[in-house]
């Protein structure tokens, strides 16, 4: 069974669903980012979404600017990623063996691919059905060993599509427990670290107060945990102001052996803390994100190949 | 934006004063004993006086040196309790390295309709500068064009200047108590708003996405000051959906010079004017609305029998 997209290797063809926008940035930017340590080709098929993906990358610290310079990490545009669907599938098919080849003969480990897809799913009755473009594309899973995630988000799929795309595929993600509402996403990623994406608000808040006590007290109860509870907030775009206040009066009420550490916080959520008297809290650490971020949407604008940008989406605006 | 938490422990507070006058010499004559024993105590003497007046006390106190000049409330567009918080703000400075005396003089000019302004203004300070050493002494005369102004005055003062004796004023009532009699002003209508959305406790995500998009195409909107704006006005529709019932309405206008935002909610308010002083850090509550009215320009909050209305100007 496959948890993580990091753990998908050469001649792996994975379906995932992600619950939430937050979950489907996190498994792209995870597969990139993996792909691109190993010294792989990765293509990713735009369509309005490689903003948030390359959002994300930053975020997680994920060096994009150079790869993208080099043609490692291509993010093929909007209009060309619907453009394959109103392709032959044989064409299509070849086009795609032809990239692989090249990627071999460029040196690279291997090639891998993801991207944005639900455009083939919404065109009219008549055309050649998606399921045909997988079909192809499994194919060229087995011959030339490429890696293939296949992400159909509940937002831009319909459940009917879903499950028709999920009996198509053999092997389904299987990600860990974690909290998602859809505004925000809070993944353990360890016994006294969590990871925190989205946004906190009115409608989410009580989510913290919880995840707080649970990691608390199992940093208590275990001998060896550590006394520092660290959540990263690197992919936290917004926090309101009572939701700061309660992290805030978190930290203040741990045990005086223990800490409440925010890591990576955004200039955007440090603001709210400053607000609310996080200098004042004794136990509570707030870590600012130190390095500059990568001019990611400047990166995919230069190396846009189709020349003019204006016939393709704009990746959603980062904050 | 400075963020300081309420001085709880500071012995000192608010010292509330009215004064009548016939005249400006008579005003002059009054104010300078005031001025002199301040000097006398090294305390530096505020003005919120017309300009004619302040020259007079310059005169008679033999210069500028110990005067400070408060800021102008002209740009409070009528708001009361907005001027009550930017005082707010420029005496916690002020008072930073003592206490400080501070006279006001009524000026006409910011009547608006009623008089009401002045009301409203004197009940928000009582709240707003309750924990600062400050003695606030506000002139009127005699006989404004609108009596209610002297009726707000003289519940809103703890203390009375009758003849240059400091007395107890027994028609004093609570700032509750003054806005419930005569409730903050209700601004002039503005023209058919670009954005208009109801939204509930859920759709908050929705309330900061309108504003976003209508800010994103204004120039003079820089990214950080989008994202605070965006916090203001999701704390104010927050305390609507929290406190007024389930759904609220918000409301947008927006053009180069600032966004407008309001928010309607058909509930009632406990406390008449939330948000004037800064919660104690270990108070849960309350906070929101507070940083809302310190990143705002103007917060007003006015009631009537519909429910609880805000409205908000947010400059560049």
């Not at chain 1, 975020?59 to 669907?85: K, N, Y």
């Not at chain 1, 990691?215 to 009572?242: G, K, P, Q, W």
């Not at chain 2, 090294?42 to 400070?68: I, K, M, N, Q, S």
């Not at chain 2, 009582?126 to 209610?148: K, M, N, R, T, Y």
Request: proline share 6%; with cysteine; net charge negative.
């Amino acid at each position: 069974m496959i948890t993580s997209t990091a753990e998908m290797t050469a001649g792996d063809h994975v379906c995932a669903v992600p619950v939430s926008d937050e979950q489907l940035w996190e498994l792209t930017a995870e597969f990139v980012a993996a792909g691109l340590a190993r010294g792989e080709q990765v293509v990713y098929f735009d369509d309005g979404t490689a903003g948030s993906v390359l959002g994300r990358l930053a975020a997680d610290r994920v060096r994009v600017a150079r790869p993208l310079h080099t043609g490692q990490l291509e993010i093929v545009p909007s209009a060309i990623t619907r453009q394959v669907f109103h392709t032959p599938v044989p064409e299509a098919r070849e086009i795609l063996r032809a990239k692989i080849d090249q990627a071999e003969a460029d040196g690279y480990t291997g090639f891998r691919m993801t991207g944005q897809w639900s455009y083939g799913m919404s065109r009219p009755v008549g055309a050649v059905p998606f399921t045909d473009y997988d079909a192809a594309l499994h194919t060229l899973v087995r011959e030339r060993s490429m890696i293939l995630l296949c992400l159909y988000d509940q937002r831009r799929y319909t459940n009917a599509q879903i499950e028709e795309l999920r009996a198509v595929h053999r092997d389904e993600l299987d990600a860990p427990n974690t909290y998602d509402d859809g505004l925000l996403r809070v993944t353990r990623t360890g016994s006294s670290t969590a990871r925190l994406a989205g946004e906190i608000d009115h409608s989410n808040r009580p989510v913290i107060a919880r995840l707080l006590e649970a990691a608390l007290d199992e940093a208590l109860r275990a001998h060896s945990a550590s006394t520092d509870i660290e959540l990263n907030l690197a992919s936290l775009r917004f926090l309101d102001v009572a939701a700061a206040v309660s992290l805030v009066h978190a930290a203040e009420e741990f045990p005086s052996t223990h800490r409440l550490v925010l890591v990576d916080v955004t200039p955007r959520v440090g603001r709210v803390l400053d607000r609310c008297g996080a200098p004042f809290a004794a136990q509570l650490l707030v870590r600012e994100i130190d390095e500059p971020r990568e001019p990611v949407l400047d990166a995919t604008r230069r190396f846009d190949p189709s020349g003019a940008g204006s016939d393709r989406d704009e990746p959603e605006a980062i904050r | 934006m400075r963020v300081e938490t309420t001085r709880v422990a500071n012995p000192v507070r608010l010292q509330h004063m009215a004064g009548f006058y016939d005249s400006m010499p008579d005003l002059v004559g009054q104010a300078l004993p005031l001025v002199s024993a301040a000097f006398a105590r090294a305390e530096p003497v505020a003005l919120a006086v017309r300009p004619t007046t302040e020259r007079a006390l310059h005169d008679v106190a033999g210069g500028a040196a110990g005067f400070v000049t408060l800021e102008s409330a002209a740009t409070a567009r009528g708001s009361g309790q907005t001027m009550a918080t930017r005082r707010a703000r420029q005496l916690r400075e002020l008072t930073a390295a003592g206490a400080v005396t501070v006279l006001t003089e009524h000026d006409h000019e910011l009547d608006g309709v009623d008089g009401r302004y002045w009301t409203e203004l004197d009940a928000a300070q009582s709240i707003a500068l309750g924990d600062l050493p400050v003695s606030l002494v506000c002139f009127f005369p005699q006989f404004p064009l609108h009596l209610e102004i002297l009726d707000g005055a003289r519940r809103n003062h703890p203390q009375l200047l009758v003849a240059g004796e400091r007395r107890r004023n027994p028609a004093h009532r609570s700032p509750r108590d003054v806005l419930a009699a005569i409730p903050a002003s209700t601004p002039l209508l503005l023209g058919p708003p670009e954005v208009t959305l109801t939204y509930t406790a859920w759709q908050l995500h929705d309330v900061r996405c309108a504003v976003e998009q209508v800010l994103a195409d204004v120039p003079t909107f820089v990214a950080t000051r989008i994202e605070d704006v965006v916090l203001a006005v999701n704390e104010v529709a927050t305390n609507a959906v929290e406190h007024g019932g389930h759904q609220a309405r918000l409301a947008l206008w927006v053009d180069d010079d600032e966004l407008v935002c309001e928010v309607h909610d058909i509930g009632t308010l406990v406390e008449p004017l939330p948000g004037m002083r800064a919660p104690h850090p270990s108070q849960p509550r309350g906070r929101g609305l507070w940083i809302a009215r310190q990143l705002c320009d103007v917060l007003h909050i006015w009631w009537d029998a519909q429910g609880t209305h805000v409205r908000l100007h947010a400059g560049p």
